[in-house]
């Protein structure tokens, strides 16, 4: 079997796990468990670390769709105002009590900040599934950005993040966008990159939950592929997003 035979393989086994093939191909009787988190029915805890724009925005519809959120930044004030306006399932905390609080992690920061958070957190998101919304811009994060881009983003926050089972999602539509798709549930799709298939199953699950698809383009190292400016970035249809993402590597 060819090194190009393993990866179609593995590819296609992520796929499977994260139910982004037909049902009759999906493995039968597969119980997930990821870090804590399952791909069951039933709610999950999410810690937000960075509870801007797009962790705020999150945090707010997740909570909606019935999932507890802790939100945490360095600013715990903030976080127990914007917990107050989005109510129900909503908590505040600090960045380390909402990366133990959560089944799932999101971290939302500007890239600047991520070796930081990757170090204060280190001992509570080893092992956890991490939803990476991060994006290295130079102008506003300096040499990091530089270095993030050069050896690709996604490979970049696993290095940041060591351990963190990390999905990158949420990195290329606007976060208002995030607020509204479950308007319209599957009409836009969410592409995704993983290396871990039981945390992109997980990832998958809570991006279905606020009304997007979710389409696995691949492992991390393809995570450089989503960030603005991209082809796959903006909203599009689950459809044309595997249709950009078949001709990336
Ligand atoms: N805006 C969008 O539409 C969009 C879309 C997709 C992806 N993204 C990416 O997602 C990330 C977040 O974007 P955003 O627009 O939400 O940014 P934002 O509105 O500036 O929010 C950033 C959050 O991170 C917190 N933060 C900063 N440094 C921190 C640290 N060391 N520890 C804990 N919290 C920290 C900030 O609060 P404090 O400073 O008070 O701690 C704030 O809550 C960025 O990397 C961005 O490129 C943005």
Redesign the pocket.
């Known amino acids: 079997m060819t090194m190009e035979d393993d990866m179609k393989r593995d590819r296609r086994g992520l796929l499977k796990v994260a139910g982004l093939v037909p049902a009759g191909l999906a493995l039968y009787g597969l119980t997930l468990s990821a870090g804590g988190a399952t791909t069951g029915g039933g709610k999950l805890k999410i810690g937000i ?9 999150l945090g707010g519809v997740w909570a909606k769709a019935g999932h507890e959120v802790m939100l ?4 715990i004030e ?2 127990r105002s914007l917990a107050a306006t989005i109510g129900r399932n909503a908590r505040a905390g600090t ?1 380390r009590e909402a990366a133990a609080f959560g089944d799932v992690v999101t971290i ?7 070796p ?2 990757g170090k ?1 957190l280190a001992d509570l998101i080893r092992g956890k599934v991490v939803i990476d ?5 130079v102008g ?2 300096g040499e990091i950005a530089t270095w993030a881009r050069e050896k690709g983003v996604g490979l970049a926050s696993a290095e940041l993040l060591p351990g963190a089972r990390i999905v990158r999602a ?9 607020g509204v798709a479950h308007e319209q549930p599957g009409r836009i799709g969410m592409p995704i990159a993983g290396d871990d298939a039981q945390a992109v199953a997980v990832a998958s699950r809570l991006i279905r939950d606020i009304g997007f698809e979710p389409v696995l383009i691949g492992g991390l190292a393809m995570g450089k592929h989503l960030m ?1 400016g991209t082809p796959l970035a903006g909203e599009r249809a689950p459809e044309e997003i595997r249709r950009i993402a078949a001709t990336l590597d």
């Open positions: 670390v960075g509870s801007g724009r797009v962790g705020g925005t945490s930044s360095r600013n903030h976080d960045p939302s920061v500007p890239y600047r900040a991520l930081e958070v204060d919304t991060c994006n290295p811009f506003r994060d949420f990195n290329a539509i606007g976060y208002t966008r995030m603005p």
